[in-house]
Structure formats: C-alpha cells, structure tokens
C-alpha cells in the first residue's frame, strides 16, 4: 500500500488509468470546478455506476 499526501484542494483518486472519459478532461487539467458545473445528471451517476472513482480527497 502506498502513503500519498494530498496538497491540492480536491485529488480524485480514479480506478484505472482508463477509467477517465473525454468530459473528465477538466477534472485532469485541475480544473474542478468546470468539471463539476459542465457534467450532466447521467454523466455524474456514471462515475460511479462504472466504477470510473474509487475516492476523492479534499485538502
């Protein structure tokens, strides 16, 4: 198991690599904010209905 420090307002933590899609871009580049504001109701549901998160992390 690996110890991670979280230094930035809000890590995601993903379940694989692959696991972002094309409108997780924003999430990536640090832009969390955009991120949240510009997914829909289906696309927020997916994240998790597709094991797409395994967590996240606020500083």
Do not use: H, N, Y
């Not at 690996?2 to 307002?9: A, K, L, N």
């Not at 809000?10 to 694989?16: G, H």
């Not at 640090?30 to 949240?36: I, N, Y």
């Amino acid at each position: 198991m690996e110890t991670r420090r979280v230094i930035v307002p809000v890590a995601t933590l993903w379940t694989s690599k692959d696991a972002p899609r094309k409108i997780d871009k924003l999430a990536l580049k640090g832009d969390t904010k955009a991120w949240v504001e510009k997914l829909s109701t289906p696309e927020t549901v997916d994240l998790c209905d597709s094991k797409r998160l395994e967590t996240q992390a606020f500083f």
